[in-house]
């Protein structure tokens, strides 16, 4: 029983394993978000840490099961030009990609974004959800 | 995936990136803040420290199976030891898209002046 949940989180781990996507259109990326995925009963759930950037600075697409998000974090107008003392925070280009499984319903896809942190809900096909059924022992 | 599905959640405290710069008038202090809500976060100045903490709420609800996990931060904790040039009666703060932004004015003395030539 040990073995086969073992095998069951490899292929999970298989699933959510970045791939690589040819797109010339994409900027190496400078720094990379940390990310969490969460699995519930109906949904998948990715949360990426983006603190200080902006909504129409981040594209998110689905193409093969792979889904994509990009997007580049801007230093602010104000900062520009002057004198700095300190700079730890990460500016440039980011990406990451995750191939998902085939039983995420790519047209529902959803996003939002709270204190810096994205929320990606990916909800599952119908028939992917837990189905429960009772056996009565006679 | 050795949590069987249940959240495992430590403390981990978290000292913010900080990017400070300089304006003829103040100094500015960003801190990036990701999962904190603007409620949590903590502001205080004293003796010339100012420190900045804050709480990042859970990621996910206790039922969920987290498949991948590097969001860890439970808190954010810092504090800077303020120079004499600044004005420690007037300090201004927004939280915004993660990101605490500090602005410290600057004592009279310390700002630049324009000298007339005669």
């Known amino acids: 029983m040990m073995n086969m949940q073992k095998e069951i989180n490899r292929m999970f781990d298989s699933f959510f394993r970045g791939s690589q996507i040819e797109d010339e259109s994409l900027v190496p990326a400078a720094w990379c978000p940390a990310v969490d995925i969460a699995e519930h009963d109906d949904e998948f759930v990715v949360k990426m840490e983006l603190p200080g950037v902006s909504r129409e600075d981040v594209k998110i697409t689905m193409q093969n099961h792979v889904l994509l998000v990009h997007g580049e974090k801007k230093q602010d107008k104000e900062s520009k030009g002057s004198n700095y003392h300190r700079v730890e925070r990460s500016y440039g280009a980011f990406q990451r990609t995750f191939t998902l499984p085939a039983t995420v319903r790519s047209e529902k896809i959803d996003a939002n974004f709270a204190d810096g942190i994205l929320n990606i809900t990916l909800p599952k096909a119908e028939e992917a959800k837990p189905e429960r059924i009772e056996v009565k022992v006679k | ?118």
């Not at chain 2, 978290?14 to 999962?35: K, Q, S, W």
């Not at chain 2, 903590?42 to 199976?65: C, D």
């Not at chain 2, 030891?81 to 915004?96: H, N």
């Open chain 2, 1 to 118: 995936m050795t949590n069987n599905g249940k959240q495992t959640r430590e403390d981990k405290i978290v000292t913010p990136c900080a990017d400070i710069f300089e304006t003829p008038e103040a100094y500015v202090v960003c801190l990036d803040m990701p999962g904190s809500p603007k409620e949590t976060i903590s502001l205080t100045m004293e003796k010339g420290i100012l420190q900045v903490e804050a709480a990042v709420e859970p990621h996910h609800e206790e039922t969920a199976n987290v498949l991948y996990r590097e969001l860890r931060t439970t808190s954010y904790h810092r504090a800077f030891t303020l120079g004499e040039g600044v004005d420690q009666s007037s300090v201004d703060a927004v939280f915004e898209n993660g990101v605490l932004t500090v602005k410290l004015l600057k004592t009279p003395e310390t700002k630049p002046k324009q000298i007339t030539i005669n």
